[in-house]
């Protein structure tokens, strides 16, 4: 009867202890998933790669380099950097801000993604102390495709400046 009463009681206090586990489970989000490909030797791919994951990513990786899947996702040479992601079905090429891939997901345009092209100093990831705090100004270009044709158009999506 003893026996019976103390595993009652123990019973009772592992759910206890799980229900208050409950809303500290519940208020943390989901990551969002993130596939990423690039050169398996790049240091601020890697860099980027913490900062997404820091930012709330589940981040995939694939060290096979970029071009190959830049091109089959339809993003010119001239947008590209040395990386490149897929996320909730857009591309995001280069050093993007966390806040703005966020901001993409959120508004949800019609458009093939966002990239910062080239790898400008001081945007995420390339912006550890080798760079001495320099920052240079960038763009993060939102990219949309025609439907009628195949080419592509870019406008501001957001402006970095020092």
């Known amino acids: 009867m003893q026996t019976t009463n103390r ?3 123990l019973h009772l206090l592992a759910a206890a202890v799980g229900m208050a586990a409950l809303p500290a489970l519940a208020a943390q989000p989901s990551k969002t998933p993130m596939e990423v490909w690039k050169d398996p030797n790049c240091g601020c791919c ?8 820091k ?3 589940a981040v995939t990786v694939h060290d096979v380099g970029n071009n190959a899947v830049r091109a089959k996702l339809g993003l010119p040479p001239n947008l590209g950097s040395c990386h ?3 996320v909730g079905g857009y591309v995001v090429e ?3 801000p966390a806040a703005d891939v966020r901001k993409l997901l959120k508004e949800k345009p019609k458009a093939l993604g966002i ?8 945007s995420p990831g390339m912006d550890g102390p080798e760079y001495g705090g320099r920052k240079d100004p960038f763009d993060v270009l939102l990219v949309t495709k025609s439907l009628m044709r195949s ?3 870019t406008s501001v999506f957001t402006s970095y400046r020092g």
């Not at 890697?46 to 994951?53: P, S, Y």
């Open 7 to 9: 595993r009652r009681a």
């Open 46 to 53: 890697k860099d980027w790669i913490v900062l997404m994951e």
């Open 55 to 57: 930012a709330g990513f």
């Open 84 to 86: 490149t992601a897929l």
């Open 94 to 96: 280069g050093h993007v």
């Open 115 to 122: 990239t910062v092209p080239g790898m400008p100093i001081g």
């Open 151 to 153: 080419d592509v158009s």
